[in-house]
């Protein structure tokens, strides 16, 4: 196997103890804000190459949130590194009971091409803060961005302790024939499969970041103009290729009449009268994709937009008005700035419409009536929840960010992502004296043996009370 020998290399490192004392973790995360700082502006030019980002664009999502995610780790490393002391029952009241949050060793991070620096850099985050060794497998779909990282970011971390593997899809299964202690995919659920099914072979635990339709409805009750302006932005923010991008909308026929136009204004606010010409309006990241997306246009009726030019893998801001179910558009995950409106009666069947299908990433609500957005998140499952906002979610590091069911299997950010890369160990230490206290478990038994360790060793439900 080609990668056999990196591996090898990198348990060799993380057996030997390097990764953890946090002075290491420390200095590693810092070189990533440095790497952050350093290679600015080239992140910004390989993103627009790539996917044709605007600037704004790809320093929030590439570089500010990366910024938070590491100065929250910075911030809270020594804390969450802590030994957790846990309750003890009467008779280990004289030992030591902890949790000890140990790394799991050499760990694999396969990132996506839609935000091809934020989607392997916050895991690692998470990876270093926990003390793995890690190698990064970038997308080679954003080609720009792959080559950046691969030449660029090794400079900055411990080469005994990270690596960056480029290729594609057979490299990707050659790497993943390796034993790895934890492996953390980003992408698309059928590609997730295969991830989980070479993984199981070794018995390796996973995190899956995969995506889907996500619902947003919207209620009869409601500010049109501020729904149609935080839906826009969501949607289209980096060109629709997004993993908790509102994907489909939900509403009544009259509230559809009333979304479109103001729909078309919050476009025409964002993009101007001819998105194509817009400094902030991205482009599909490559051909397959662009045919893919394009297909769908046959969805419903295009009410706004449907422009599309393949040689600048152009796709104007389209939202398609009366689509069914069995449409194209409501098959398979968009990925692309296409937002389709299906009608339905009211509340309760766009809850039944969200129920029957796979549980996505994201589920979005709209209401002016805060009893209608709980009804919402009450009786749905996803992977996150966002009331009266699109994206905004995921901005905060406070917030687990991960799916269930078909759009994923764990969490990070922040402390989760910590979490995740951590193996939390249960351990007890006891003194090697006072061996009189452990008679009563030692045979023969006896029922007075037993009576003293349940009195010592139970635990009792509190405010609970015996009736004599």
Known sequence: NPFAGLVSHLRASW???????????????????????????????????????????????????????????????????????????LAMQLDSAFIRKDPYGVVLIIAPWNYPIHLFLVPLIGAIAAGNCAIIKPSEVSKKTERLVAEVLPGYLDKDCFAVVTGGMPETTRLLENKFDYIFFTGAPPVGRIVMTAAAKHLTPVTLELGGKNPCYVSDTCDVTNVARRVVWG?????????????????????????????????????????????????????????????????????????????????????????????????????????????????????????????????????????????VLERTSSGGFCGNDTLMHVTLTSLPFGGIGNSGLGMYHGKFSFDTFSHRRGCLKRGMGREPLNGPRYPPYSQKKFGVIQATSKVTRKNDCTLL
């Open 15 to 89: 057996l030997s103890g390097k990764t953890r004392p946090m002075a290491f973790r420390i200095a590693q995360l810092e070189a990533l804000g440095h790497f952050l700082d350093d290679k600015k502006q080239q992140i910004l030019e390989a993103t627009a190459s790539d996917l044709g980002k605007a600037p704004f664009e790809a320093e929030l999502s590439e570089i500010l949130l990366c910024k938070n995610e590491l100065h929250e780790t910075l911030n809270n490393l020594s804390h969450w590194m802590k030994d957790e002391q846990v309750d003890r029952t």
């Open 235 to 375: 949607r289209f923010f980096n060109a629709g290729q997004t993993c908790i991008a509102p994907d489909y909308l939900l509403c009544t026929v009259e509230m559809q009449d009333k979304l479109l136009p103001a729909l078309r204004k919050a476009i025409d606010d964002f993009y101007g009268p001819n998105p194509r010409e817009s400094p902030d309006f991205g482009r599909i990241v490559n051909d397959k994709q662009f045919r893919r997306i394009r297909a769908l246009l046959c969805s419903g009726r295009v009410a706004i937009g449907g422009q599309t030019d393949e040689a600048e893998r152009y796709i104007a801001p389209t939202v398609l008005a009366d689509v069914l179910p069995s449409d194209p558009a409501m098959q398979e995950e968009i990925f692309g700035p296409i937002l389709p409106i299906v009608v339905i009666a009211n509340m309760d069947e766009a809850i039944d419409f969200i129920n029957s299908r796979e549980r996505p990433l994201a589920v979005y609500a709209f209401s002016s009536d805060d009893k209608v957005v709980n009804q």
